[in-house]
């Protein structure tokens, strides 16, 4: 699969990099996104952020658009709420109308709407920079290092190896349901999504049966064993790294004097 999270992370520029310092600089880029509360702040982490996974990362601006897609989608939806009410009187920028109710939008909703999609956005871009630089076992393993619970720290690799096993079925069924015109129409291919949601259900309990097995024949005894690579901090990541999260710190400290 070339085109999973884990493949850009294993290509990327910025891989070389200890995982723990990678970590602390996108907990960091969060941690500031969230505290300081502010537009400038978030478009200063969201463009560095996003900077350092195209630029020193490697990563396509269009392939990386393309991850930002999604979740940005479901980001605008979520706040779409916020954005639009409902009342019995008119107020606002009435949208729609009709059985005595109307469907408003006001500036300060538009505006509180688009900061936390904005907020939001930035934060992913931070998560971003760490998830496509660093390996899914690189981060399991600096969860592990700050004393996260083991049954978390499992249950999370299983849930995040399995997403990918459960696509390539899905992708499979979806290949031989439309070699069989399964999606000629409507109606066709609503049955046709129900009976891979159903034979997908199936399949995963066979599956998770298999893996569970070729576990026990590894002599799984109820706790899983990672293996991470050593990579020192270099002095110039760290004078890097430090720089950044000083420059973010600095910015912040004078936007909260300028209020």
């Known amino acids: 699969m070339?085109?999973?999270?884990?493949?850009?992370?294993?290509?990327?520029?910025?891989?070389?990099?200890?995982?723990?310092?990678?970590?602390?600089?996108?907990?960091?880029?969060?941690?500031?996104?969230?505290?300081?509360?502010d537009v400038r702040i978030s478009c200063l982490v969201l463009l560095s952020m996003s900077a350092i996974t195209i630029f020193a990362g490697g990563l396509s601006w269009r392939k990386y658009l393309v991850l930002f897609r999604i979740?940005?989608?479901?980001?605008?939806?979520?706040?779409?709420?916020?954005?639009?009410?409902?009342?019995?009187?008119?107020?606002?920028?009435?949208?729609?109308?009709?059985?005595?109710?109307?469907?408003?939008?006001?500036?300060?909703?538009?505006?509180?709407?688009?900061?936390?999609?904005?907020?939001?956005?930035?934060?992913?871009?931070?998560?971003?920079?760490?998830?496509?630089?660093?390996t899914a076992s690189e981060v399991i393993g600096v969860l592990?290092?700050?004393r996260v619970p083991k049954l978390i720290v499992e249950l999370m690799n299983l849930i995040y190896r399995f997403i990918f096993v459960m696509t390539d079925s899905q992708r499979q069924m979806k290949q031989a349901a439309e070699s069989r015109l399964g999606y000629r129409d409507f109606t066709t291919s609503c049955r046709t999504f129900g009976r891979i949601g159903g034979n997908l259900f199936v399949v995963s309990l066979k599956k998770a049966g298999i893996y569970y097995n070729a576990m026990i024949a590894r002599c799984y005894n109820g706790e899983l064993l990672f293996l991470e690579e050593e990579r020192p901090v270099k002095r110039g990541q760290i004078a890097v790294s430090v720089g950044y999260v000083g420059v973010l710190l600095l910015v912040w400290l004078l936007v909260w004097r300028a209020k």
């Open 71 to 134: 979740p940005f989608g479901f980001l605008v939806l979520g706040t779409a709420a916020i954005a639009i009410g409902i009342s019995r009187e008119p107020y606002g920028q009435v949208l729609i109308s009709g059985a005595g109710l109307y469907l408003y939008v006001t500036k300060e909703g538009i505006r509180l709407a688009a900061g936390l999609v904005l907020k939001a956005s930035a934060s992913l871009s931070a998560m971003y920079m760490l998830v496509l630089s660093t």
């Open 144 to 146: 592990q290092s700050t």
């Open 2 to 37: 070339l085109n999973t999270i884990d493949y850009y992370a294993c290509v990327s520029r910025l891989r070389s990099w200890n995982s723990r310092l990678k970590a602390a600089v996108a907990v960091s880029g969060l941690l500031v996104c969230i505290a300081a509360n």
